[in-house]
């Protein structure tokens, strides 16, 4: 089973919104992980979009969304979601979920390591 699903994304029309969702397979921890949202356009590295600690007490937001995008940790649904606003056609990528990254301490890092889970990524496709 995929250890991590992602959904929600599809092709919308600039300045239009989608919430993308992501759950994990449910013999992993989903309450113990920090979490988070990248993406990865053509041609272009992946790129973090935004993180959350596990408990939700902390969020980080890379430059590309800042202001157009939420994203919350629903620990009892065991859900995480990416509420995206004000889409852009430079936001077309494929947008990844991930599960059990590393937080910065003192700066606004967040990455995945050798035990972080993977979704398989979700089309984001923004027409101008």
Known sequence: QVPVVESGGGSVEAGESLRLSCT????????MYNMGWFREAPGTGREMVACIKENGGRKIYGDSM?????????????TLYLQM?????EDTAVYYCAADLLLGVS??????HGSSH???????????
């Open 24 to 31: 994990i397979r449910r013999d992993l921890p989903f309450r």
């Open 66 to 78: 800042k202001g157009r995008a939420t994203i919350s940790k629903d620990n009892t649904k065991k």
């Open 85 to 89: 606003n004000n889409l852009k056609p």
């Open 107 to 112: 700066d606004d890092s967040c990455e995945g």
């Open 118 to 128: 993977w979704g398989r990524g979700t089309q984001v496709t923004v027409a101008s």
